[in-house]
């Protein structure tokens, strides 16, 4: 059984943030609120909604087992990894993919994608 949770509709595309079945949780489009601030502070949004989303699932950051980030341009690498660093944990971090691509809206500077394992259902 799938259990599916903050759906929406974005420009006429269905689809939901946080998809549940077995063992896996899969979140997507996780992107910041705020579309005001620096790469830090978008970064740091994303990150506080993945964080939100863990817990619904009644999981942390210890349990993620895979996240793609997608920045709009590399040259904020550098910004991104500032706040990443300092959230997730240096001994058991998630393995991580960071790409560049033209993002959905203009002023969208980064969007996450993660996958978490909870090891007991």
Known sequence: MI????????????RALLCQSGNWVHMTGI????????????AQDAIDKL?????????????????????KDMRYFSGLNSVWNQW???ANPPARTCVSGELYRP???LEIV???YRPEV
Do not use: C, Y
Request: glycine share 6%.
């Open 3 to 14: 259990t599916r949770s903050h759906t929406e509709t974005m420009d006429g595309a269905h």
């Open 31 to 42: 992107q910041p609120r705020n579309l005001d601030g620096d790469i830090k502070a978008q």
């Open 107 to 109: 002023d969208l500077l």
């Open 51 to 71: 964080d939100e989303l863990l817990r619904e699932a009644g999981l942390t950051q210890a349990d993620l087992f895979t996240v793609t980030i997608w920045l």
């Open 88 to 90: 997730v944990d240096a």
């Open 114 to 116: 993660a996958v978490a």
